[in-house]
Nanobody, 124 residues
Framework: QVQLVESGGGLVQAGGSLRLSCVVS????????MGWFRQAPGKEREFVAA????????YYRDSVKGRFSISRDNAKNTVHLEMNSLKPEDTAVYYC?????????????????WGQGTQVTVSS
């Protein structure tokens, strides 16, 4: 069974930065496409960023392009989400997810395993 554990969330002022991390255990990490999703209160879960198995391909939702950066360290079974210039609208619970397929998906239903989430709150 694959387990994902996120960390790094917290409270930050608008314009600030946070770095989320997700450690994966249970299977070979490099077999999985990794994604970050978020869900704000009363809203649907939405795609934030994804990275291919090798790390050479990344995707971002338009509203975070230029501010967020996804990366992975296959030797440490870890994926990161570097978040800069944070805005109040970035406030949400952020989830790490793993997909065993080859293609890099931006769709939540395609992901097989999920972490428990970490809260990010951006104050204005």
């Amino acid at each position: 069974q694959v387990q994902l554990v996120e960390s790094g969330g917290g409270l930050v002022q608008a314009g600030g930065s946070l770095r989320l991390s997700c450690v994966v255990s249970g299977r070979t990490f490099s077999w999985y496409v990794m994604g970050w999703f978020r869900q704000a209160p009363g809203k649907e879960r939405e795609f934030v960023a994804a990275i291919s198995r090798s790390g050479d391909t990344t995707y971002y939702r338009d509203s975070v392009k230029g501010r967020f950066s996804i990366s992975r360290d296959n030797a440490k079974n870890t994926v990161h989400l570097e978040m800069n210039s944070l805005k109040p609208e970035d406030t949400a619970v952020y989830y790490c997810a793993a997909d065993h397929e080859v293609r890099t998906s931006t769709s939540a239903p395609d992901y097989d395993y999920w972490g428990q989430g970490t809260q990010v709150t951006v104050s204005s």
